[in-house]
């Protein structure tokens, strides 16, 4: 049997050992550290210094404070991509606020505008209450329309908090994703573009919100020399040891991009051809860090359908996956209002992710090429 390919693997730098060594040598495995400050300050520059960042333990953390951040609370709505992965919705749940969801636009594949104004018009006038917050994301490492979606948050003065969970080093004319809305969301899971083993950070705009969450994220400890609290707080902040993981990453994260956006090059070139492959190129004025490639196979030109050609990648051991199910068709969702049509649910029938990850090689590269030749071949 081939070695496994798998959809997005953890591809280390090399220097990611010797923050971690210094932090044993350094005694600072509790919690707190350097690292955890040097890893924040590397994202802060990277991201251009204009924003605050607090690392965390998750990305789904992340989201979560930036909701209890912005007041939501019991009852309140709160709008959300419907085409995301469930981290994006659940932390709605977790407030005890109900999820409105909202399709794709077929560009971006991201939060459609004109939905999103039907969805919050339509919050108010069936539940007489505005939505408190708009959860957008940049699903597989695409922009989405920012400005569009901006324009629209400022006119109903509803803040977004831009899941940027796939899209660290993805821009937006010219901004890096996570500085373009009120609160921004990053994620170090072990699947993304660059890992901790585990981890997220939240972006605000100011020193204030920083020390806010990070006051949230340490359990609301209140100043007194006994522990001493009156709001309720979160065991949410990143360790030192996985912030040492995520220095040595941030060296070699701009060369990791480029290797998966060399994979959707390699992809479109040698597939986008074929009867049937369609390929998303980036809207001017979009850089995405395809971090996920991924095809729409349109099964009549084709002569095989997208689970066709999952069935027969998974059999030479090849890892691939359909398109996130949007989260107006997941169970624990149904009872939630949707504004939209069908776009994300045939994304989802005819999407599939293809093998991504930045430590690819060239042979595992053409292995794929030729499973996919192979079934397109016998149609
Ligand atoms: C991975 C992911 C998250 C959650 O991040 P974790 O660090 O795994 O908690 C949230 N949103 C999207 C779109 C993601 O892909």
Redesign the pocket.
């Known amino acids: 049997m081939n070695s496994k390919i798998w959809l997005s693997s953890p591809h280390m730098g090399g220097h990611e050992q010797a923050f971690v060594q210094q932090a044993f040598d350094e005694n600072w495995v509790a919690p707190l550290g350097p690292n955890v400050n040097g890893f924040e300050e590397d994202l802060k520059s990277y991201l251009g210094n204009e924003k605050q960042v607090s690392a965390l333990s ?4 992340a ?1 979560h404070l930036a909701l209890i951040m912005l007041g939501v609370k019991n009852g309140d709505f709160v709008i959300c991509q419907s085409m ?2 469930s ?2 919705a659940n932390p709605i749940l977790y407030q005890g606020a109900n999820p409105v969801f909202v399709d794709s636009e077929t560009k971006t594949w991201n939060i459609c505008p004109t939905d999103l104004i039907k969805a919050i018009e339509g919050t108010i006038k069936k539940h007489g209450v505005k939505p408190k917050a708009i959860v957008a ?1 940049h ?1 597989y490492g695409m922009p989405y329309l920012a400005e569009e979606i901006n324009a629209i948050s400022e006119k109903y003065d509803i803040p977004v908090v831009e ?1 940027s ?2 899209a660290l080093g993805s821009s937006y004319k010219g901004q890096k994703c996570g500085t373009l809305s009120k609160h921004g ?1 990053l ?3 072990g699947n ?1 573009i660059i890992t901790t083993s ?3 950070a939240l972006i605000s705009n100011t020193e204030e919100e920083k020390k806010k969450s990070v006051f949230f994220a340490t359990q609301s400890k209140d100043p007194a020399t006994h522990y001493q609290h009156s709001e309720i707080g979160y065991n949410y902040r990143m360790s030192n040891i996985s912030a040492g993981i995520g220095r040595g990453q941030m060296m070699i994260l701009d060369k990791h991009i480029n290797l998966r956006r060399a994979n959707f090059g390699f992809y479109k070139e040698n597939l986008g051809h074929l009867r049937g492959f369609e390929f998303v190129d980036e809207p001017e004025g979009i850089y995405s860090n395809r971090w996920l490639s991924t095809v729409l196979i349109h099964a009549k030109e084709a002569g095989f359908s997208r689970e066709d050609l999952r069935l027969a990648l998974e059999e030479e051991n090849i890892e691939t996956r359909p398109l996130w199910k949007p989260m107006h068709m997941q169970p624990i969702f149904e009872n939630c209002d949707y504004y939209g049509t069908n776009v994300a649910e045939d994304l989802f029938e005819i999407g599939l992710c293809l093998p991504s990850s930045s430590n690819l090689s060239d042979d595992d590269r053409e292995r794929i090429l030729k499973a996919i030749l192979k079934i397109v071949e016998n149609h």
């Open positions: 998750s990305g789904t953390a989201i995301t992965f981290a994006s994301v699903l899941d969970a796939e969301i994620s170090f899971n993304k585990g981890g997220g």
